[in-house]
């Protein structure tokens, strides 16, 4: 009996070192504890959670700031059988090493990042899942928007996939290995994301209100959305509590815009890497029946959306933007 309790205790305290260790810590307006490693100390001996470094250069609005790091140190080497990737990929790795992952005690390290000044977004990318699959009914769907502008020469860290891609137990980490960008997120807290639902009978095209919904649309639906560091490294903006979890079937319009125009997207398209939609476009339109949502960015109220349709099954399926 002894020994099943011990068994039953250690098996309880292994799933909750592994939750606390492989899930983001939640977005915080105070993100100087993104690069803070505690060792315990009074109060219990309480350890800070261990959070993701930052990888990729950002830009940062006046809202926003980041405590600069003294230095780099890189102690635990990755030692793991690399779960989740192919044989190929490993060799790569392993030819390439040494590698050290994120969200270990003992590695730190830091790309570079500056104020956001007066540049502009070059463009906006929204997440791939938006693009191309449907929201099904009473699901959580992942919502995640990343800003790039254009920069000169700023460092970032060469990051690589080292366990479990694409889940929510993907490591990643770095070899040391420092590259120049000519690209750089833009931060910013105010970032705001509205889901509004279309009516049975839409206006020919919703009116943007400066209080941040469409006019014509039905009640903005609230959600949880702010910066998050991601475990390669970039400052994004995403939903917290597993992202947007719709209740009803229908069209819906996902709408992301910073008050007071803290952001600039004026000078804005929209780019997955593959297609670009140019900045002029501004469209109104419920999302197809294929379920591939259209990102679009509206320059003349500085704000980007896209259209999706919300399904009870299913949800694949539907070609990505045009």
Same mark, same amino acid.
């Given at each position: 009996?002894?020994?099943?309790?011990?068994?039953?205790?250690?098996? &309880?305290? *292994?799933?909750? !070192?592994?939750?606390?260790?492989?899930?983001?810590?939640?977005?915080?307006?105070?993100?100087? /504890?993104?690069?803070?490693?505690?060792?315990?100390?009074?109060?219990? +001996?309480?350890?800070?959670?261990?959070?993701?470094?930052?990888?990729?250069?950002?830009?940062?609005?006046?809202?926003?700031?980041?405590?600069?790091?003294?230095?780099? %140190?890189?102690?635990?080497?990755?030692?793991?059988?690399?779960?989740?990737?192919?044989?190929?990929?490993? &060799?790569? !790795?392993?030819?390439?090493?040494?590698?050290?992952?994120? =969200?270990?005690?003992?590695?730190?390290?830091?790309?570079?990042?500056?104020?956001?000044? %007066?540049?502009?977004?070059?463009?906006?990318?929204?997440?791939? @899942?938006?693009?191309?699959?449907?929201?099904?009914?009473? #699901?959580?769907? #992942?919502?995640?928007?990343?800003?790039? &502008?254009?920069?000169? *020469?700023?460092?970032?860290?060469?990051?690589?996939?080292?366990?479990?891609?694409?889940?929510?137990?993907?490591?990643? +980490?770095?070899?040391?290995?420092?590259?120049?960008?000519?690209?750089?997120?833009?931060?910013?807290?105010?970032?705001?994301?509205?889901?509004?639902?279309?009516?049975?009978?839409?206006?020919?095209?919703?009116?943007?209100?400066? @209080?941040?919904?469409?006019?014509?649309?039905?009640?903005?639906?609230? /959600? %949880?959305?702010?910066?998050?560091?991601?475990?390669?490294?970039?400052?994004?903006?995403?939903? *917290?509590?597993?992202?947007?979890?719709?209740?009803? /079937?229908?069209?819906?319009?996902?709408?992301?815009?910073?008050? *007071?125009?803290?952001?600039?997207?004026?000078?804005?398209?929209?780019?997955? $890497?593959?297609?670009?939609?140019?900045?002029?476009?501004?469209?109104?339109?419920?999302? %197809?029946?294929?379920? &591939?949502?259209?990102?679009?960015?509206?320059?003349?109220?500085?704000?980007? $959306?896209?259209?999706? =349709?919300?399904?009870?099954?299913?949800?694949?399926?539907? =070609?990505?933007?045009?």
């Amino acid at each position: 009996m002894k020994r099943n309790i011990f068994t039953i205790l250690f098996f &309880a305290f *292994s799933i909750l !070192l592994v939750d606390c260790y492989e899930h983001p810590v939640e977005p915080s307006k105070d993100q100087s /504890i993104i690069h803070k490693y505690g060792s315990g100390g009074g109060g219990g +001996g309480h350890t800070e959670t261990l959070v993701n470094n930052l990888s990729f250069p950002a830009l940062l609005a006046s809202d926003y700031s980041l405590t600069k790091l003294p230095s780099n %140190s890189f102690l635990k080497i990755y030692v793991g059988d690399y779960p989740g990737l192919t044989a190929s990929e490993i &060799a790569a !790795l392993t030819t390439t090493g040494p590698w050290y992952p994120q =969200k270990t005690e003992g590695n730190y390290w830091q790309a570079d990042y500056a104020s956001l000044g %007066s540049n502009f977004v070059s463009f906006v990318d929204w997440g791939d @899942n938006i693009e191309s699959m449907n929201p099904v009914l009473n #699901r959580p769907f #992942r919502l995640e928007v990343v800003l790039f &502008a254009a920069v000169s *020469s700023m460092t970032a860290y060469n990051m690589a996939l080292l366990e479990y891609p694409s889940s929510l137990n993907e490591l990643q +980490g770095t070899n040391t290995t420092t590259y120049l960008s000519n690209w750089a997120t833009v931060a910013t807290n105010s970032a705001k994301l509205v889901i509004q639902k279309f009516p049975l009978n839409p206006p020919v095209e919703p009116v943007w209100n400066v @209080n941040g919904y469409w006019e014509g649309l039905e009640t903005p639906s609230n /959600i %949880s959305f702010a910066m998050e560091l991601n475990i390669a490294g970039k400052l994004i903006y995403g939903a *917290s509590e597993g992202g947007w979890k719709p209740t009803e /079937i229908g069209n819906y319009r996902i709408t992301f815009y910073t008050p *007071s125009n803290m952001v600039d997207l004026s000078h804005a398209i929209i780019d997955n $890497y593959a297609n670009y939609i140019s900045p002029s476009t501004i469209a109104v339109s419920a999302a %197809s029946s294929e379920g &591939a949502g259209f990102p679009i960015v509206d320059v003349n109220n500085n704000l980007t $959306y896209v259209d999706v =349709k919300v399904v009870t099954s299913g949800g694949g399926g539907g =070609k990505k933007g045009k």
